[in-house]
């Protein structure tokens, strides 16, 4: 199966509205600004209608679609044809803003595609790759778009046409060079799968033959284990190429999602792919080693509440002279320092995707080059290599100071120190011990530092018995293994606790069910490959704890007005502090001046009324004006961000609302200074923004109206607060 480049606009123009719309993260720049006029929000509730049919993929009539209007009559699947009408309409109405973006990526991905053919000659991979997954070759040729703009994650995906692969899309700005190459491969293993699953050699019929089962469990296992596996081979191809190659399974998580299931296909398909094992050997070992325990114990994700309550008994009972407990402690430990930090760093890595957008000119020349270098493409291929380039010590310096300045508005407060730790910890200066208790203590915005990937529900309870001493509540989390420590240490009776296990052992990827340090408080025999009691359960979901970023101080108000003192005259603002008080909080502190604030043009504390000087930099007739950007961008904020005050009901049934502008939707905490207030009602914004006032006063209205007609940013000259402090 071989690649043929391409090129669609329309196909451009559609992924980057959905990235806009729904995919888009909090600190990426907003290329339709928001709030989106009714006709372009469309384009969500007719993607929503083809969800259920198409699935991830996207019709191939998109790309075929010679300009946006034309789609509509493209698509022949009458399923199909009320979501093609509305997503119509949206691209028609988004078209002049975007594809003049589009338009300015046109050298890169032409480098994109110079690069990728360098990396990606057919007679290199495809022998391989059809003989690791069974499949005969072919000579199908798949149509690649590499695209500008994709939603996230996983920013790749196909091109169908009544359920046949036509094509393949890869974001070429996220994903670059053998990074790129990578995830190409990996959908062209995909792809060369399903198209031929009726032959017997293929590798995902060959897992089903080797592990039966239709237990949701058992699908699930065969379901990762053949994307582990293409994962592997698709990086070990571009490897060959390019020696310096960190592949995708690595830098952008599977193998940190599922250590164990990795851990066993590593130990026998690396091998196969080095040409030390054959591929039916290779499969034998896979399928005898996960017949060993029950799927769920390499389908479930590891639970960090479990690894601290471990460690936090073994370091009770070794203060109380337990001997085998400090024995398996000094064992256990270095181990699972190199399992958190590996976490720790890709974690890093990811959050240093933050700064793509940042004023790069307000920071030191170094740390502007450091930044510039990492949001080249996606952060998390980046950071290991500047990492490796500059030393881990110089790196992780850089990565602290960019969370301490530029990266405080999106969550570096808290990112700054857990980078310090990790940096003390390279540097020798923080010993093992107070390093892992530090990995289990410090959290970032949303939480637990280890939430990318593993099921964090659970940490907050075991941290709160760790502050209480609550030795009972730690042990119902702990590992049997520790358990069973725990019962002997308390009958003071240590004579049959066993020596600590194999170094090896102790690794998450090692890890047996039971054993310390597995990351699971079951007991042993619940995972017996053929007894085990939940196999037929759904599968376990791993749940992430999102934490809305709320002020720790509140100042309540019985009522409040601000009044705008524009150059168009007086607009007069009522606000709800019954509604939103957290919102009138905010708003009343940034307009007169009792709220410390950032100028986004200097980087630097500012000074009085945050409002006084902006302007209404958008202004959209019929729709909505937007202002508070000190940058008058659309951009700027206050230095810092905050959740959204969300409340039932109807809002926007009435115009002259106003309410705080989002970057990337409800729940995204993405809430900073800025404010719309709207001209007509807006249904279609309903539960998507924090409304806190209204606009009173018929003479204010109308300078509302004259503001959204007029054809230059209108200034607000000052302002002047109205606030009665609740009693």
């Known amino acids: 199966m071989r690649i043929d480049h391409t090129r669609s606009p329309v196909l451009d123009l559609f992924l980057l509205m959905q990235r806009e719309l729904h995919d888009r993260f909090s600190f990426e720049a907003m290329l339709l600004p928001r709030p989106q006029v009714p006709e372009v929000a469309a384009f969500w509730n007719g993607f929503e209608l083809w969800a259920p049919i198409v699935r991830n993929n996207i019709p191939s009539a998109v790309a075929d679609a010679p300009e946006p209007a034309k789609l509509t009559a493209l698509i022949t699947d009458e399923r199909l044809a009320a979501g093609a009408e509305l997503i119509t309409t949206a691209m028609v109405a988004a078209e002049p803003t975007l594809m003049p973006v589009i338009a300015q990526h046109e050298e890169l991905r032409?480098?994109?595609?110079?690069?990728?053919?360098?990396?990606?000659?057919?007679?290199?991979?495809?022998?391989?790759?059809?003989?690791?997954?069974?499949?005969?070759?072919?000579?199908?040729?798949?149509?690649?778009?590499?695209?500008?703009?994709?939603?996230?994650?996983?920013?790749?995906?196909?091109?169908?046409?009544?359920?046949?692969?036509?094509?393949?899309?890869?974001?070429?700005?996220?994903?670059?060079?053998?990074?790129?190459?990578?995830?190409?491969?990996?959908?062209?293993?995909?792809?060369?799968?399903?198209?031929?699953?009726?032959?017997?050699?293929?590798?995902?019929?060959?897992?089903?033959?080797?592990?039966?089962?239709?237990?949701?469990?058992?699908?699930?296992?065969?379901?990762?284990?053949?994307?582990?596996?293409?994962?592997?081979?698709?990086?070990?191809?571009?490897?060959?190429?390019?020696?310096?190659?960190?592949?995708?399974?690595?830098?952008?998580?599977?193998?940190?999602?599922?250590?164990?299931?990795?851990?066993?296909?590593?130990?026998?398909w690396a091998r196969y792919l080095r040409g030390d094992l054959s591929r039916a050997d290779a499969l034998v070992g896979i399928a005898d080693d996960l017949a060993a325990y029950s799927p769920r114990w390499f389908v479930d994700h590891i639970d960090p509440s479990s690894l601290a309550a471990d460690f936090y008994l073994l370091e009770w009972m070794a203060a109380e002279g337990n001997g085998a407990a400090r024995k398996h402690l000094a064992a256990w430990l270095p181990q699972l320092c190199a399992d958190l930090a590996g976490h720790l760093d890709v974690a890093i890595g990811s959050e240093l995707g933050h700064f793509g957008r940042m004023p790069l000119d307000l920071c030191a020349p170094p740390l502007a080059h450091f930044l510039r270098e990492v949001g080249t493409g996606d952060s998390r291929v980046a950071w290991p290599r500047l990492r490796s380039e500059l030393g881990h010590a110089t790196a992780l310096e850089f990565a602290r100071q960019a969370f301490a300045g530029p990266g405080v508005e999106f969550g570096g407060m808290a990112w700054h120190p857990i980078t310090e730790m990790v940096e003390r910890y390279v540097t020798r200066e923080l010993p093992d011990r107070v390093f892992v208790d530090q990995c289990f203590t410090l959290e970032h915005n949303n939480g637990s530092v280890f939430d990318k990937f593993y099921d964090v529900q659970d940490m907050p309870t075991v941290l709160d018995a760790q502050a209480r001493t609550d030795v009972d509540t730690l042990s119902r989390h702990a590992s049997a293994a520790v358990r069973s420590l725990l019962r002997h240490h308390r009958e003071r009776s240590q004579a049959s606790v066993s020596e600590p296990d194999n170094w090896f052992e102790l690794s998450l990827h090692q890890a047996r069910p039971g054993g310390l340090g597995c990351g699971n408080r079951a007991e042993p025999g619940e995972f017996d490959p053929v007894h085990d009691p939940f196999l037929h359960n759904a599968v376990n979901v791993r749940r992430m704890r999102v934490r809305s970023p709320v002020p720790s101080s509140l100042t309540t108000y019985r009522s409040a007005r601000v009044v705008l003192h524009t150059t168009m005259g007086d607009v007069c603002v009522e606000l709800w502090p019954d509604t939103a008080p957290y919102t009138v909080d905010n708003f009343v502190g940034l307009a007169g001046g009792g709220r410390e604030w950032v100028d986004p043009r200097t980087g630097k504390p500012g000074e009085g009324g945050f409002y006084d000087g902006t302007a209404f930099h958008r202004r959209v007739p019929g729709f909505c004006v937007n202002g508070g950007d000190r940058r008058g961008t659309g951009e700027g904020s206050a230095g810092y961000r905050w959740f959204e005050e969300i409340t039932t009901g109807p809002a926007f049934d009435q115009p002259f609302r106003v309410a705080m502008l989002n970057r990337a939707g409800p729940g995204s905490g993405s809430t900073g200074s800025q404010f719309f207030i709207t001209v007509a009602p807006a249904p279609h914004l309903e539960g998507a923004y924090a409304v806190f006032g209204e606009v009173s006063g018929e003479p204010c209205r109308q300078v509302v109206l004259r503001i959204s007609e007029s054809p230059v940013p209108v200034v607000i000259e000052s302002t002047t607060v109205t606030a009665t402090p609740a009693t």
Request: hydrophobic share 40%; proline share 8%; charged share 20%.
């Open 110 to 268: 032409a480098r994109a595609a110079a690069d990728l053919d360098e990396v990606l000659d057919p007679d290199h991979y495809l022998g391989p790759l059809c003989q690791a997954l069974g499949t005969p070759a072919t000579s199908r040729t798949l149509a690649l778009h590499l695209v500008p703009y994709a939603p996230h994650t996983p920013s790749v995906g196909y091109l169908v046409e009544s359920e046949t692969l036509t094509g393949l899309y890869v974001d070429c700005n996220r994903f670059r060079g053998a990074t790129m190459a990578d995830s190409v491969l990996t959908l062209l293993g995909w792809a060369h799968l399903i198209e031929t699953r009726d032959d017997p050699a293929n590798l995902s019929v060959e897992l089903a033959r080797r592990l039966p089962g239709s237990a949701p469990y058992q699908r699930r296992l065969r379901v990762l284990l053949s994307k582990i596996l293409v994962e592997m081979l698709a990086g070990h191809l571009v490897r060959d190429v390019r020696p310096e190659h960190r592949p995708c399974f690595d830098v952008l998580g599977s193998q940190w999602r599922y250590p164990r299931l990795f851990a066993v296909a590593q130990r026998h």
